[in-house]
């Protein structure tokens, strides 16, 4: 298994490397080599090899009860612009190695266990997340689906359709898969922060998928003026407005965080007009990204409303005004209890150390998790974040997840019977 697995990641990294790190763009010509590379493995393993109406790829072992509600594991292929070569697609292979090892082994499971690579997963490339499993339940509003692409303008509806995915049902917002049908949905996924590297241990089990706020765009009016000829109170600064802002939200989570209510907060973009801005120029115009995060929802909505009122006061204090553009929002999504108990048994029985941990990045389970769906996370160990070329998965913890997903997905398909 370890060796299939060198060979596959390998091959996603030759397929998508940019020169500094890993550029699988959403719906784009990365994210769809990775997904035929997927698929061409998947058929030489015998699996049954196809698509959803959302652009899914879906690789079926059939099992003995077909008509019975089916198990479902996998993640995305995906990545953020020169990113590592694990994120998403470690969970997505660990599935394909789990269903093509119970093929090679002859063992036909007691329901059907069904592998999802889910298209357009990173919010980077159009502001919204997890976009094929959105997709695949009927969540993805209008406004959506006019998305832009950030590196070519183009709205995520041209993408859809050229993939293939039934537009006219996704904008009905038509539900593509009946959750009704799914007995529970296991991603596995390398974890992006550093807590199993600091205590030493391979995997963790997730409690919980924070839920998120994000502003794409917020931008602040002022006035343009000479740097040297205005003098500091007649100024409509707007870069200084933006900073105040800024600082005054960073103050409000620092107070929070000594409260006990646990939140990040991130502004990712921020930056002048590229076509007027200048060294002897105060800026009229600024523009900043916001992205709040949490544990609940309560506490997500209660932060974003104490952004929009200091927004107020600082546009009255600076003579500036602020404009932010449609929130997007996705709401914090439990794991189920029943999964997270089988993942550690099948941990424990193994003899593999774990935790159990909640999860601050966002993931395609969350959107399982949402419509009803038993949902469960195995996170493996990973030795230098993500979202960057230096994603360090030993594989030795991944031969570890993949095994106890496979164990996982046999026992609770036995006991769903």
């Not at 082994?105 to 690579?117: F, N, Q």
């Not at 799914?182 to 807590?195: D, L, M, N, S, T």
Request: proline share 4%.
């Amino acid at each position: 298994m370890e060796a299939s697995a060198h060979e596959l990641f390998a091959a996603l990294r030759d397929l998508s490397f940019d020169g500094v790190g890993i550029t699988r763009e959403s719906f784009g010509p990365g994210e769809t080599a990775a997904h035929e590379l997927v698929a061409q493995h998947a058929r030489t393993a015998g699996l049954d090899v196809g698509r959803d109406r959302a652009g899914n790829l879906v690789v079926t072992l059939p099992g003995r009860a077909a008509t019975e509600p089916f198990l479902a594991t996998g993640s995305h292929l995906d990545s953020v612009p020169r990113g590592g070569n694990y994120d998403g697609a470690a969970g997505v292979i660990a599935g394909l190695l789990a269903l093509a090892s119970l093929k090679r082994d002859g063992i036909v499971p007691p329901r059907t266990v069904k592998l999802y690579a889910l298209r357009g997963e990173e919010s980077a490339w159009f502001g919204k997340s997890w976009i094929g499993a959105h997709a695949l339940f009927g969540l993805l509003s209008e406004s959506d689906l006019a998305q832009r692409r950030q590196d070519t303008g183009r709205p995520l509806s041209d993408y859809l359709g050229e993939i293939g995915a039934d537009l006219d049902a996704i904008g009905a917002r038509e539900r593509l898969l009946d959750p009704a049908s799914v007995a529970a949905f296991i991603e596995v996924h390398i974890e992006q922060g550093p807590v199993l590297e600091a205590k030493a241990i391979p995997l963790g089990v997730v409690t919980a998928i924070h839920g998120n706020l994000r502003h794409r765009r917020v931008q602040c009016r002022g006035e343009a003026a000479h740097a040297g000829a205005t003098p500091r109170e007649l100024r409509r600064d707007a870069v200084l407005a933006l900073a105040d802002l800024i600082m005054r939200i960073d103050a409000h989570w620092a107070r929070w965080l000594e409260e006990g209510r646990r939140l990040v907060v991130t502004h990712g973009i921020i930056g002048t007009d590229a076509s007027e801005h200048a060294i002897s120029r105060i800026a009229g115009e600024a523009i900043m990204s916001v992205e709040i995060r949490a544990e609940d929802d309560a506490t997500l909505h209660a932060f974003h409303d104490l952004v929009q009122r200091e927004a107020t006061a600082v546009a009255a204090a600076r003579d500036v005004s602020f404009e932010f553009d449609a929130p997007i929002i996705n709401p914090a999504a439990p794991m189920d209890a029943r999964w997270r108990k089988r993942l550690s048994m099948v941990c424990d029985q193994a003899g593999i150390a774990h935790m159990s941990l909640p999860s601050g990045a966002g993931h395609d389970a969350a959107v399982f998790s949402q419509v009803g769906i038993p949902t469960a996370m195995l996170f493996i160990r990973n030795q230098a974040g993500s979202h960057n070329p230096r994603e360090n998965m030993d594989m030795s913890d991944f031969v570890a997840a993949t095994r106890v997903l496979r164990e996982a997905l046999l026992t609770g398909s036995v006991a769903a019977q």
